[in-house]
Protein backbone atom coordinates (compact mmCIF):
# COMPACT_ATOMS: atom_id res chain seq x y z
CA UNK A 1 0.00 0.00 0.00
CA UNK A 2 1.26 3.29 -1.32
CA UNK A 3 0.74 6.52 1.01
CA UNK A 4 0.68 9.96 -0.11
CA UNK A 5 0.50 12.92 1.63
CA UNK A 6 0.56 16.71 -0.14
CA UNK A 7 1.42 20.11 1.07
CA UNK A 8 2.02 23.26 0.54
CA UNK A 9 -2.04 24.32 -0.14
CA UNK A 10 -2.90 27.74 1.27
CA UNK A 11 -4.58 30.72 0.42
CA UNK A 12 -2.92 33.40 -2.39
CA UNK A 13 -4.09 36.24 -4.23
CA UNK A 14 -4.72 35.99 -8.33
CA UNK A 15 -1.75 36.65 -9.70
CA UNK A 16 0.41 34.45 -7.23
CA UNK A 17 1.96 31.19 -7.02
CA UNK A 18 2.14 28.12 -4.81
CA UNK A 19 4.16 24.66 -4.67
CA UNK A 20 2.77 21.91 -3.76
CA UNK A 21 4.35 18.81 -2.56
CA UNK A 22 3.40 15.12 -2.41
CA UNK A 23 5.62 12.26 -0.66
CA UNK A 24 5.01 8.76 -1.36
CA UNK A 25 5.69 6.12 1.29
CA UNK A 26 7.17 3.80 -1.51
CA UNK A 27 10.84 2.81 -2.03
CA UNK A 28 10.32 2.09 -5.42
CA UNK A 29 8.94 5.86 -6.17
CA UNK A 30 10.55 5.75 -9.27
CA UNK A 31 8.76 2.75 -10.80
CA UNK A 32 5.36 4.88 -10.62
CA UNK A 33 3.42 7.43 -12.37
CA UNK A 34 2.41 10.45 -10.75
CA UNK A 35 -0.43 12.63 -11.39
CA UNK A 36 -2.18 15.71 -9.94
CA UNK A 37 -5.89 16.05 -9.91
CA UNK A 38 -8.44 18.92 -8.27
CA UNK A 39 -12.08 18.82 -7.60
CA UNK A 40 -13.84 21.97 -6.55
CA UNK A 41 -16.42 22.36 -4.55
CA UNK A 42 -20.12 21.29 -6.75
CA UNK A 43 -17.83 20.15 -9.31
CA UNK A 44 -16.14 16.12 -10.58
CA UNK A 45 -12.74 15.45 -9.97
CA UNK A 46 -10.82 16.84 -12.87
CA UNK A 47 -7.27 16.00 -13.94
CA UNK A 48 -4.32 18.75 -13.99
CA UNK A 49 -0.82 16.73 -14.88
CA UNK A 50 0.57 13.80 -15.27
CA UNK A 51 4.96 12.98 -14.80
CA UNK A 52 6.37 9.43 -16.85
CA UNK A 53 7.51 6.93 -14.02
CA UNK A 54 11.35 6.51 -13.54
CA UNK A 55 13.21 9.55 -14.66
CA UNK A 56 10.06 11.64 -15.32
CA UNK A 57 11.32 12.92 -18.72
CA UNK A 58 7.85 13.23 -20.14
CA UNK A 59 4.80 15.25 -19.07
CA UNK A 60 1.18 15.82 -19.43
CA UNK A 61 -0.99 18.64 -18.71
CA UNK A 62 -4.64 19.67 -18.64
CA UNK A 63 -5.04 22.82 -21.17
CA UNK A 64 -6.44 24.90 -18.31
CA UNK A 65 -3.20 24.59 -16.71
CA UNK A 66 -0.78 24.46 -19.23
CA UNK A 67 1.66 26.87 -19.84
CA UNK A 68 1.08 28.03 -16.27
CA UNK A 69 1.52 24.57 -14.03
CA UNK A 70 4.70 22.61 -14.03
CA UNK A 71 5.02 18.89 -12.51
CA UNK A 72 8.38 17.68 -11.92
CA UNK A 73 9.67 14.85 -9.74
CA UNK A 74 12.38 13.85 -7.36
CA UNK A 75 13.15 10.25 -7.06
CA UNK A 76 16.21 10.86 -3.93
CA UNK A 77 13.09 12.24 -1.96
CA UNK A 78 10.44 10.03 -3.60
CA UNK A 79 8.49 13.57 -3.85
CA UNK A 80 6.28 15.05 -6.84
CA UNK A 81 5.73 18.64 -6.67
CA UNK A 82 3.56 20.77 -8.66
CA UNK A 83 4.80 24.29 -9.29
CA UNK A 84 1.63 26.83 -9.56
CA UNK A 85 1.85 30.07 -11.05
CA UNK A 86 -0.57 32.91 -12.26
CA UNK A 87 -3.10 31.26 -10.60
CA UNK A 88 -6.69 32.15 -11.40
CA UNK A 89 -9.36 31.89 -8.56
CA UNK A 90 -10.85 29.30 -10.81
CA UNK A 91 -7.75 27.27 -9.82
CA UNK A 92 -9.53 27.34 -6.17
CA UNK A 93 -9.93 23.68 -5.73
CA UNK A 94 -8.51 20.24 -3.02
CA UNK A 95 -5.66 19.31 -4.86
CA UNK A 96 -5.05 15.50 -4.78
CA UNK A 97 -2.03 13.78 -5.74
CA UNK A 98 -2.31 9.91 -7.25
CA UNK A 99 0.25 7.16 -8.20
CA UNK A 100 -0.22 4.22 -10.39
CA UNK A 101 3.11 1.67 -11.26
CA UNK A 102 4.22 1.44 -14.48
CA UNK A 103 1.01 2.99 -16.02
CA UNK A 104 0.04 5.66 -18.81
CA UNK A 105 1.15 8.64 -19.27
CA UNK A 106 -2.25 9.69 -20.67
CA UNK A 107 -4.30 7.40 -18.70
CA UNK A 108 -6.70 9.40 -16.52
CA UNK A 109 -8.56 6.76 -14.73
CA UNK A 110 -5.77 4.27 -14.00
CA UNK A 111 -4.64 5.57 -10.74
CA UNK A 112 -3.97 2.89 -7.57
CA UNK A 113 -3.26 5.22 -4.50
CA UNK A 114 -4.85 8.71 -3.39
CA UNK A 115 -3.28 11.11 -0.94
CA UNK A 116 -5.92 12.83 1.22
CA UNK A 117 -5.79 16.34 -0.43
CA UNK A 118 -4.86 19.70 -0.19
CA UNK A 119 -6.71 22.95 0.04
CA UNK A 120 -5.81 25.85 -2.79
CA UNK A 121 -7.92 29.21 -2.50
CA UNK A 122 -7.03 31.95 -4.96
CA UNK A 123 -8.58 35.24 -4.10
CA UNK A 124 -9.74 37.98 -6.81
Known amino acids: QVQLVESGGGLVQAGGSLRLSCAASERTFSGYVMGWFRQAPGKEREFVAAISWSSGDRTYYADSVKGRFTISRDNAKNTVYLQMSSLKPEDTAVYYC????????????????WGQGTQVTVSS
Open 98 to 113: AATPRGSLYGKDQYRY
